[in-house]
Nanobody, 128 residues
Framework: QVQLVESGGGLVQTGGSLRLSCVAS????????MGWFRQAPGKERELTAT????????MYADSAKDRFTISRDYAKDTLYLQMNSLKPDDTAKYYC?????????????????????WGQGTQVTVSD
């Protein structure tokens, strides 16, 4: 089991930036992929960005491309999401998730159902 704790959310104006962090603990030696999902009120949880822990292959939602950057720090077992040029549509609760077992094709998991453990989330609010 992997435990996840997110931080870094907050209130920011349109055009501003935030950096989210997610610290993993427990069976971190089993990590295959870590990602960020977000869920706005009344909407389904959706992928924002994800990456394989070894190799660092990344995948971004169209809404995040060119504005957000996902990265990780091996030594700290920490995942980051740098968010720039924030818009009101980015307002959501952001969740960190991990997948611990590699799929047979070593693909990058994009569906929330593929992830094993989740953090409690951190709220991001972007004002006009």
């Amino acid at each position: 089991q992997v435990q996840l704790v997110e931080s870094g959310g907050g209130l920011v104006q349109t055009g501003g930036s935030l950096r989210l962090s997610c610290v993993a603990s427990g069976r971190t030696y089993d990590l295959y992929a870590m990602g960020w999902f977000r869920q706005a009120p009344g909407k389904e949880r959706e992928l924002t960005a994800t990456m394989t822990w070894i190799g660092g292959r990344t995948m971004y939602a169209d809404s995040a491309k060119d504005r957000f950057t996902i990265s990780r720090d091996y030594a700290k077992d920490t995942l980051y999401l740098q968010m720039n040029s924030l818009k009101p549509d980015d307002t959501a609760k952001y969740y960190c998730a991990v997948k611990t077992a590699a799929p047979f094709d070593y693909s990058i998991p994009r569906d929330s159902l593929e992830y094993d453990s989740w953090g409690q989330g951190t709220q991001v609010t972007v004002s006009d």
